[in-house]
């Protein structure tokens, strides 16, 4: 299987490159040259695997340059948890994609990266150094997937005190191939300081530097199986399945919209976002406005310009996008309304995010005949908006032990201000 840009579909790479480099060089997106359909006599032998067994199945649809017994390894060790689907009633469900070791849906997607991108990096012999800038969740979920990974170091960026405090200790307690600089600066010092490096060609030379992005088409594969999962769990409940996706960056919805291709039956998608409603607008226009990002409490999906929305336009004309996604957000006050109302109605705590998710079912389901059953997808732990959350409920809510027991880590970063000179010499003295 090759991968090829969505700018020039000339333009063909292995899954290798496309991993290594991330992102073709005519600016576009790596997208796998032909999306594989599963027959139905394989389908429905599908449902009976367990999360493991049918990612293994959905990854080598995708992936045949890697030898069938490395695939498997990477798969067992990157999914040590499964994503259970809760059901609030007969109508509504939740797919929980949280319980990963940063208790956000991006363990999932960088986990497989992390153990894709090492497999490589051995078969060369080779080392690789991943530097990246994090405003927050990002940071964590890569930092924890590359932890232990042999022959790659991680650099995280971060900037001091604008992040909140179980984010930064998840990032700042990493030791070992891991570590974190705290940045006396904003995010976009950060992601300028990380911008300038990759074009620097002396440091280059000598440190092989490479981006953890989420455009890595191999954090949207993996992100493929949940959907398959989640839909084999709901299928009991209903005839019909709709997905109801929280997205900022859109790549969440792409890998659904990508299964949907491979044939899972879904009726609809919902395109759940907060008052950054770019993509709910182009699907009611037909044009497309990307915007400055606005800040808002499920700032996860503050995204102005969704870096997946090529990828959408490229499985999809804008009337087939209408007929499969529907658009729907909610400012921040009604998003709070929505935490409350689904505690109240359905005793079941949910984030920021998972909320704007359920509440786009539950003004969807007076549409649909009574066949039809609501996977709400939820991509984060409440317990990591828990200052957002808990006064909103009246109900003593705890922090998961695996969280809270970051609290008492060490502070292991170190500063650094924003000047470039200064994180140069740091790398090169530390990694030359
Ligand atoms: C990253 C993230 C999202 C948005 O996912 P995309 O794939 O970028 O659309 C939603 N919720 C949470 C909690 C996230 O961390």
């Given at each position: ?342 505690f ?5 705590v ?31 732990h409440y317990s990591?908006f828990m200052?957002?959350v808990s006064p909103l409920l009246d109900k003593n809510l705890t922090m998961p ?32």
């Amino acid at each position: 299987m090759f991968y090829y840009s969505t700018k020039n579909s000339n333009y063909k790479v292995s899954l290798e490159k496309a991993v290594l480099k991330g992102m073709p060089d005519d600016g576009g997106l790596f997208m796998p040259e032909k999306i594989p359909i599963i027959p139905d006599e394989e389908f429905v032998k599908l449902k009976d695997l367990n999360y493991k067994d049918l990612s293994f199945y959905l990854a080598k649809l995708f992936i045949d340059d890697i030898p069938e017994n490395e695939l498997r390894k990477i798969i067992d060790d990157a999914y040590y948890f499964e994503p259970p689907l809760i059901y609030l009633s007969d109508k509504i469900g939740v797919l929980e994609l949280f319980h990963g070791p940063t208790l956000a849906f991006k363990d999932f997607g960088a986990r497989f990266m992390s153990r894709l991108m090492s497999f490589f990096v051995k078969k060369n012999n080779t080392k690789l150094h991943i530097l990246i800038a994090t405003s927050g969740d990002t940071g964590s979920a890569i930092g924890n997937a590359f932890q232990n990974v042999e022959n790659i170091n991680v650099t995280i960026l971060y900037p001091s005190g604008k992040i909140s405090e179980i984010q930064e200790k998840q990032i700042a307690s990493l030791e070992g191939n891991i570590e974190s600089l705290e940045i006396d600066g904003t995010f976009d010092d950060c992601q300028n300081l990380v911008k300038r490096a990759f074009i620097d060609k002396e440091l280059n030379s000598v440190i092989k530097l490479s981006s953890a992005n989420s455009i890595n088409i191999s954090r949207l594969i993996p992100q493929i199986f949940y959907y398959f999962y989640g839909y084999f769990q709901a299928k009991f409940r209903g005839e019909k399945i709709v997905f109801s996706v929280p997205s900022g960056n859109f790549g969440n919805l792409t890998a659904g919209l990508i299964a949907f291709k491979m044939g899972l039956p879904v009726e609809l998608f919902i395109a759940a976002t907060n008052i950054n409603h770019v993509v709910p607008d182009y699907l009611k226009t037909g044009v497309f406005i990307p915007m400055k990002s606005i800040s808002t409490i499920s700032n996860a999906m503050d995204v102005g310009n969704p870096n997946n929305f090529d990828r959408m336009l490229n499985l999809f004309s804008y009337d087939e996008m209408k007929s499969i996604i529907k658009g729907f957000w909610l400012n921040d006050e009604l998003t709070k309304q929505a935490i409350i109302d689904t505690f109240n109605k359905y005793k079941y705590v949910i984030d920021p995010h998972g909320a704007i998710g359920i509440k786009a079912c539950e003004d969807s389901i007076s549409n649909f005949d009574n066949n039809v059953f609501f996977v709400s997808l939820e991509t984060a732990h409440y317990s990591k908006f828990m200052d957002i959350v808990s006064p909103l409920l009246d109900k003593n809510l705890t922090m998961p032990d695996r969280l809270k027991k970051y609290l008492n880590l060490p502070k292991k970063s170190i500063k650094l201000s924003k000047d470039y000179d200064e994180l140069k010499n740091h790398l090169l003295k530390k990694y030359s």
